[in-house]
């Protein structure tokens, strides 16, 4: 059985920062890339951030490039992401997810690859 299970999230000033994690467990070598999605109040869930776990390539979304960083501990299996700079519209629920089907966490992740979330407000 896959869990996923978020930490970290909370009320943050705008230009602080948070490190979320994600401790996972049940993953075997079916799935290809882990990452980082949030939803805001209101809006579509988005991508945010992905690592490649076979050769550790990692993206991001444009408007979090230089202010995030995803990583990795396999022998913890554990995913991090470091935030830095937040901004208001970085608030939002964020989830971690295992794509078992792309590299890029572009695919399409079944129910059970997800966490439960953990909520991060960006607010003076």
């Known amino acids: 059985q896959v869990q996923l299970v978020e930490s970290g999230g909370g009320l943050v000033q705008p230009g602080g920062s948070l490190r979320l994690s994600c401790a996972h467990s049940g993953l075997t070598l079916d799935y290809y890339a882990i990452g980082w999605f949030r939803q805001a109040p209101g809006k579509e869930r988005e991508g945010v951030s992905c690592?490649?776990?076979?050769?550790?390539?990692?993206y991001y979304a444009d408007s979090v490039k230089g202010r995030f960083t995803i990583s990795r501990d396999s022998a913890k299996n554990t995913l991090y992401l470091q935030m830095y700079s937040l901004k208001a519209e970085d608030t939002g629920v964020y989830y971690c997810?295992?794509?078992?089907?792309?590299?890029?966490?572009?695919?399409?992740?079944?129910?059970?690859?997800w966490g439960q979330g953990t909520q991060v407000t960006v607010s003076s």
């Open positions: 690592v490649d776990i076979h050769d550790g390539t990692t």
């Open positions: 997810a295992a794509d078992p089907g792309s590299v890029d966490c572009s695919g399409d992740i079944p129910d059970d690859y």
